[in-house]
């Protein structure tokens, strides 16, 4: 493997399994909601000219169904033009390098994420003593030594924009992690919103993997800075979004969105912060 391009040393398997695991759920046309196991990626491309981005990378381990999923979808021999990172956790560049060496494409994420994507830098450890359910006291055993992406990331343009997107431009979203974005599209009022929120309670295993829709803010277990997240959380819901694809549950859109959202806005703290967990203060 490229000495460049490197996962960390505690890769692993993620052991829950929802029943939408393999799912494809069609927010627009040009809009794919793919579910690996329990994260999301996207797939935002137009099927018959073969032009998309994939946006986020999946969980260790599930390179091939990303691929056979984007295959399936655009023909084979029709790789992305690039692949656009929300942020840097396991749970959603867990395929990354598997994924560059298979297709040779480029990979832009924000400039303030690009330290832990390089090897500079590594993230907050997860707290399993964070209020929540079984998922957030597995937490301890999540992946989270450095990805080495050094010479195959770069930084999104500082103007919001996406080239490989042009219809879309990215939003900065902190507080999960500091270089978080969320995509938005303004003619349609499309939102991918990464972990800035979620549409299930990713510490309960029971939620998990039943995928009960719960419109919630970030991951307890993984966000450090809760005063940016609920920052980040207004700053979305200013958008008026029409749907939003979210990092884990499943999509949601219409009238349930905007209430969904103006909710979490007004109640913030009930809503997503926990009670108690070291970076609740």
Sequence with gaps: MDQELSYGSDDLEEPLTPVLRGAEL???????????RIVNVVFAGDPATGDWVLVDAGLPNSAGMIVEAAERRF???????????????????????????YWGVPVLAHESELPYLTGQRAYDSPVSSVEGGL?????AWFPNELV???????????????????????????????????LFRER??????????????????????????????????????????????????EL???????GHGMPIAGEELAESLRRLVCDFDKLA????????N
């Design 26 to 36: 069609v927010e627009a046309p040009d809009l794919i909601c793919h579910t690996v």
């Design 75 to 101: 023909g084979t021999g029709r790789p992305p033009r690039g692949i656009v990172l929300t942020h840097g956790h396991f749970d959603h560049i867990g395929a990354i390098v598997d994924l560059i060496g």
């Design 135 to 139: 998922v957030a006291k597995m937490s």
């Design 148 to 182: 080495r992406l050094s010479g195959r990331v770069e930084a999104l343009p500082r103007d919001g924009t996406i080239p490989m997107l042009p219809d879309w431009r990215w939003v900065h979203t902190p507080g999960h992690t500091p270089g978080h974005i969320s």
């Design 188 to 237: 349609d009022r499309s939102l991918i919103a990464g972990d800035a929120f979620t549409t299930v309670r990713q510490d309960s295993v029971y939620k998990v993997i039943t995928q009960k829709q719960e419109i919630s803010g970030p991951p307890h277990y993984f966000t450090p800075d809760w005063a940016s997240a609920r920052e980040s959380v207004k700053k979305l819901e």
């Design 240 to 246: 008026k979004p029409a749907r939003a694809i979210t």
């Design 273 to 280: 912060v926990p009670s108690c967990g070291k970076y609740v």
